[in-house]
């Protein structure tokens, strides 16, 4: 399994409510990643984890709050989120360190 | 200050064409290099990647990159680009001081002409 699968492949969510994004990959990487792509920019870097802890938090608001229960899955949860949020989140894995990424096909998200 | 650039936001090439991609890099030590593209509503999928050794890399879909580190750049190349190449394409480096982030560049769109 050669994947990084992310689901679900959009999402329309209101500010007031409460949804989660998940990432999951089989190829034994010890570091994953969640990116926020706006539409004709390059993705922006949100978090890093390195075996299963958080390593970086690039100062992302605390409507967005990481997760890692283990080794395959990465989860982010969103709460109260403003439309300004609606962006393409990408999800990506790596062996230790950021030289060999593989990237999901991201979330649509929109918030209204 | 470190960064990588790509200087051409849109280009158009008629299907058939050579390809030429432009990036360049701003670093102390030569980073890792990479490709990448993305059609619209996608993910991204690595083309092609370069740590040391050959500066010419070959990449899929027929893609190849070549490293200068004289100019410090890593331009991408495709001698007979297809309708199916129409995409965004980013370089990427990861620099040795911080190997756990990739830093984009702002991409370049290409389309192709019938």
């Known amino acids: 399994d050669t994947e990084v699968t992310q689901t679900p492949k959009h999402l329309v969510m209101g500010m007031t409510n409460k949804k989660s994004l998940k990432c999951e990959q089989h190829?034994?990487?010890?570091?994953m990643y969640w990116y926020k792509q706006k539409a004709k920019k390059p993705p922006e870097l949100m978090f890093v984890y390195s075996y299963e802890k958080l390593s970086i938090n690039e100062s992302v608001p605390s409507r967005f709050s990481p997760e890692c229960p283990n080794s395959s899955l990465l989860n982010l949860h969103l709460h109260a989120l403003q439309p300004e949020d609606s962006a393409l989140y990408l999800c990506?894995?790596?062996?230790?360190?950021?030289?060999?990424?593989?990237f999901g096909s991201g979330t649509r998200l929109t918030v209204v | 200050a470190q960064s990588v650039t790509q200087p051409d936001i849109h280009i158009t090439v008629s299907e058939g064409a050579s390809l030429e991609l432009r990036c360049n890099y701003s670093?102390?030590?030569?980073?890792?290099l990479f490709w990448y593209v993305q059609s619209p509503g996608q993910g991204l999928q690595l083309l092609l990647k370069?740590?040391?050794?050959?500066?010419l890399v070959q990449g899929i879909k027929g893609f190849e990159a070549e490293f200068k580190r004289s100019q410090s750049s890593f331009n991408l190349r495709k001698p007979s680009v297809h309708w199916s190449d129409a995409a965004e394409y980013f370089c990427a480096v990861v620099p040795y001081s911080s190997a756990s982030k990739i830093i984009f560049g702002s991409g370049t769109r290409l389309s192709i002409r019938p």
């Open positions: 370069y740590f040391s050794g050959d500066t």
């Open positions: 670093y102390g030590a030569t980073p890792y």
């Open positions: 190829m034994g990487h010890r570091a």
């Open positions: 990506a894995s790596s062996q230790e360190g950021a030289v060999g990424y593989t």
